[in-house]
């Protein structure tokens, strides 16, 4: 038998290459930065506590807990001081290997990955033996080790995260189990046996229990949600038919191509080269912006205000799968051509909602606001319209920029977000795009310095800072907004009370301003619009011509 047969499908075919791979133990008094994951990477935390930032969401670090981060994820580690975090860190690429011609082998890169987020591992020992072996090998192993014992090395931890047992809010519950395992193994072979053993459940009553809880059966969810990855990879890549087919579960492309017909009316190839989704169900606010921007309505029907609502969204994150039941059922009504949203609640979507629409994910933090117009507008054949927005947009921009120079030309700005918890300076994105890209007034040094790290607009958002630092960060005029929540306004009396604040310069000048929380934290293009507006009527006590 082929050894490439027993592999999971997603792994036919391809090579692995290391970009890093060390132990690494993080200081927990050196403020860790936000980087972008440029390859896939997997973390294993060996010992102590702490958190890692995924796209700015939290999560605890803690000893045998493991991570893998798909490429162009945002993610930051923090170690606390009494316990000593120290980690794991692999960071990888994929190739795909195809053939160009007779005797010709082409490597392409692989963007996606069949896994992320937190894996259960039941043997983390096992998984820490086999990062030291890859990490004794050096970054260049597959150059000047032995390729064999490498790609064999990183197959055998590959095959350790696809057999990652649920996760501990899953483990007593059987259809939540099997959804799980489908969303990791649908290229593979499935059978109604197969899910009714995962969940521990006799095929019948197994098939029952999920239609109700689901509204269809075990084996109709993956076969739509089968065919739903395949327009996935059909609208945001440019890979084979045959290749696609493979991806997404199907023997062949012939038998791909029939089924994906029977389910849609039209075959494959005429869905790549022609197909403008025109039903799209945005579970971003932001993104729903971008969608009014471009001329798009987004797609809802009679559906309730709160379908397209973010905050909902997490809120069904939190409550559990019996609010995503609930959901699932008013998007099966509606029937759309895609769902759009944010990387962080991706695998959610893609977990309860993947068998209804294909999901398409735009990156939040490593795009800016102009960026996400121009995936949006890819998405939707609104390029044309994309340009001619953002053209407007910066010559507004110019125009307010001129108009604030001649009333406080040459001044510096900093920008205040006080939460329950923390005091924040924020970069250029949110409210910082107005004030510091689009009127181009100064951001405090320190502020300045991780701005410039990475490309304007993206990665960095705002930093937290102590108190008792606050005059640190200089600045001619200070924007405060504080919270709309239990204990923000509590934080700015504490912050206020302290010395630092009264050396702060814009507050012994009395140019300290507060903004309204509603208005100037959200960025999408409506957004920013009005900010540019409410920023030069506040600086030049003139409404922006």
Same mark, same amino acid.
């Given at each position: ?54 796209? &700015? ?6 000893? &045998? ?18 316990? $000593? ?7 990888? /690429? ?71 047992? $649920? ?6 519950? $059987? ?31 197994? #098939? ?30 440019? /890979? ?63 559906? $309730? ?72 507008? &890819? ?31 040459? #001044? ?39 701005? &410039? ?93």
């Amino acid at each position: 038998m082929n050894p490439e047969d027993k592999r999971h499908p997603f792994f036919h075919r391809t090579l692995a290459t290391i970009r890093q791979c060390a132990q690494v133990t993080i200081d927990p008094d050196r403020e860790q930065e936000a980087v972008e994951q440029k390859g896939h990477g997997i973390l294993l935390a060996l010992k102590g506590r702490g958190q890692i930032y995924i796209n &700015n969401r939290p999560s605890q670090l803690g000893r &045998n807990k493991v991570f893998v981060i798909p490429a162009g994820t945002i993610t930051r580690i923090t170690g606390e001081r009494d316990h $000593p975090l120290t980690v794991y860190r692999l960071s990888f /690429d994929l190739y795909r290997m195809s053939r160009g011609g007779e005797r010709e082998l082409l490597l392409e890169r692989e963007a996606s990955f069949p896994l992320e987020g937190k894996l259960h591992i039941a043997d983390p020992a096992a998984m820490a033996d086999l990062l030291r072996r890859l990490e004794a090998m050096g970054p260049h192993a597959e150059e000047d080790g032995d390729p064999s014992l490498y790609q064999s090395d990183l197959r055998e931890l590959f095959d350790m995260l696809l057999q990652a047992g $649920p996760v501990p809010h899953d483990a007593h519950d $059987p259809i939540r189990r099997t959804i799980r395992h489908m969303q990791r193994h649908y290229a593979g072979s499935l059978t109604l046996q197969t899910l009714a053993d995962v969940a521990g459940s006799h095929p019948t009553y197994y #098939s029952a229990q999920f239609k109700r809880r689901l509204g269809i059966s075990p084996i109709d969810y993956l076969n739509r949600l089968r065919l739903n990855r395949a327009k996935e990879l059909m609208l945001s890549a440019h /890979d084979k038919m045959k290749d696609i087919a493979r991806l997404s579960g199907f023997s062949d492309e012939f038998y791909f191509s029939r089924r994906f017909k029977s389910g849609f009316g039209i075959p494959p190839t005429s869905y790549l080269r022609d197909h403008r989704p025109s039903r799209i169900v945005s579970l971003s606010s932001p993104y729903t912006d971008h969608l009014l921007a471009l001329g798009v309505q987004p797609y809802r029907e009679e559906a $309730p205000e709160e379908l397209v609502s973010e905050r909902k969204w997490i809120a069904a994150r939190k409550d559990g799968l019996a609010s995503w039941e609930l959901r699932r059922r008013e998007l099966l009504a509606l029937k759309p051509d895609v769902l759009l949203c944010k990387e962080h609640i991706l695998a959610e979507t893609r977990m309860y909602m993947g068998d209804i629409a294909p999901v398409v994910t735009v990156p939040w933090l490593r795009l800016d606001c102009f960026d996400h117009m121009r995936e949006i507008a &890819n998405l939707t054949g609104k390029e044309q319209d994309a340009r001619e927005w953002i053209e407007r947009y910066e010559s507004r921009a110019e125009k307010g920029r001129r108009q604030v120079a001649r009333t406080i030309g040459g #001044s510096s700005a900093a920008i205040c977000v006080i939460t329950d918890k923390q005091i924040r300076l924020y970069g250029e994105r949110n409210i910082g795009h107005v004030f510091y890209r689009s009127l181009q007034l100064a951001p405090p040094d320190i502020v300045r310095a991780e701005m &410039n790290k990475h490309r304007a607009g993206t990665v960095f958002n705002w930093m937290a800072i102590p108190p008792e630092q606050f005059d640190r960060y200089e600045a001619d005029y200070l924007f405060v907004l504080v919270e709309p929540k239990e204990g923000a306004a509590a934080n700015f009396d504490r912050l206020r009370a302290g010395e630092s604040w009264q050396r702060h310069p814009a507050v012994r000048s009395r140019r300290v301003y507060s903004l309204d929380w509603q208005a100037w934290i959200p960025y999408s293009p409506y957004s920013i619009s009005r900010q540019l507006n409410g920023a030069v009527a506040l600086l030049s006590n003139t409404a922006l011509a």
